[in-house]
């Protein structure tokens, strides 16, 4: 990630980022106990900036509070609280590209035990450059020995800082291998997702994806790319997949905010396909760049001002 523009919404105001801090002592710090989003503010000259999926990320947001039990943030935030906060954060950093907003509940009660229900919480929000955080014109991707954690341990559903610890050691063991990203399996050898991102395979012109009972983060970019394709004809499954479907795929590519549409060429030493991008991949990334952008049909995309 890149560093934090100049001015967080910390609490409840703006103030520099230096003034944006956390006890040592808090939970969020003490156990990673705090949930989040990112979304992306795609930037068009001097005045226009609009943000993707907003009302997605804030219900995905009141979703991990929900889960972990979080029980203010939903009260004290309502959607137009949300949004104004973007707008004011977004205007007073002033940003001249697209950039990200990581939008956290931190549980910020000190020292209060393994608890969570009625802590005092507070939400940070602030801005960043939009880089990707995979190669965006062809990965390489290694099955990782971390499995991913189930439902019934840490939720993937929820998004938990505390959780991205997984991800983490995923992420490094494929980077100190010589690999781009990781894919996590489940118990049973099912393919979850990559480290922070969605996966989709294509099988003789039919678009795949792990289900949402998967143990996979409900993503909404690849919400967004199931409505893309169905729209345009593709057919589309959800279900369990299997590692040796990614190794005879004709193409697989991954999803997410900072991901993009991004084409995997090789998983495990095996090349996908033809080695190249292929067309379902970059027919939908090109749908996916334009919804990000400007989108009447869907609702999608909002005016930030
Ligand atoms: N899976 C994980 C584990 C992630 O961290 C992310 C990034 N938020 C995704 C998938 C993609 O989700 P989204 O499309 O909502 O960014």
Redesign the pocket.
């Known amino acids: 990630m890149a560093d934090p523009h100049s001015h967080v919404y910390f609490g409840d105001r703006l103030v520099p980022t230096r003034e944006a801090t956390l006890s040592v002592a808090s939970s969020a710090v003490l156990y990673g106990l705090s949930v989040y989003?990112?979304?992306p503010v795609h930037v068009d000259g001097e005045s226009r900036r609009t943000a993707f999926?907003l009302r997605?990320?804030y219900r995905?947001l009141v979703e991990s509070c929900k889960i972990i039990g979080i029980d203010r943030f939903a009260d004290e935030w309502s959607f137009d609280r949300f949004v104004s906060v973007t707008k004011e954060l977004v205007a007073a950093n002033a940003p001249k590209s697209d950039v990200f907003v990581r939008a956290t509940v931190h549980v910020d009660a000190t020292i209060p035990g393994t608890r969570v229900r009625g802590c005092h919480t507070t939400v940070s929000m602030f801005v960043y450059d939009a880089t990707p955080i995979v190669p965006q014109d062809g990965m390489r991707l290694k099955t990782s020995m971390w499995r991913r954690i189930p439902d019934d341990a840490i939720p993937?559903r929820a998004?938990v800082n505390g959780a991205?610890v997984n991800?983490v050691l995923a992420k490094q063991d494929a980077i100190d291998a010589g690999y781009d990203d990781a894919i996590?399996l489940d118990g049973n050898g099912h393919v979850c997702?990559?480290?922070?991102?969605?996966i989709f395979l294509v099988r003789g012109g039919t678009l795949i994806t792990p289900d949402v009972s998967c143990d996979?983060?409900?993503?909404?970019?690849?919400?967004?790319l199931l409505t893309l394709a169905a729209e345009d004809g593709i057919p589309v499954v959800e279900r369990a997949v299997d590692l040796t479907e990614l190794y005879i795929a004709d193409e697989v590519f991954a999803?997410?905010?900072?991901?993009g549409v991004a084409p995997v060429l090789e998983v495990d030493g095996r090349v996908v396909g033809d080695g190249l991008t292929g067309p379902v991949c970059q027919a939908l990334r090109k749908r996916h760049t334009a919804a990000l952008r400007s989108d009447e049909l869907h609702g999608w995309v909002s005016d930030l001002g």
């Open positions: 989003t990112v979304f999926r997605d990320h995905r993937s998004k991205y991800s996590f997702e990559l480290s922070a991102a969605n996979i983060l409900d993503g909404i970019n690849r919400r967004t999803t997410g905010t900072s991901a």
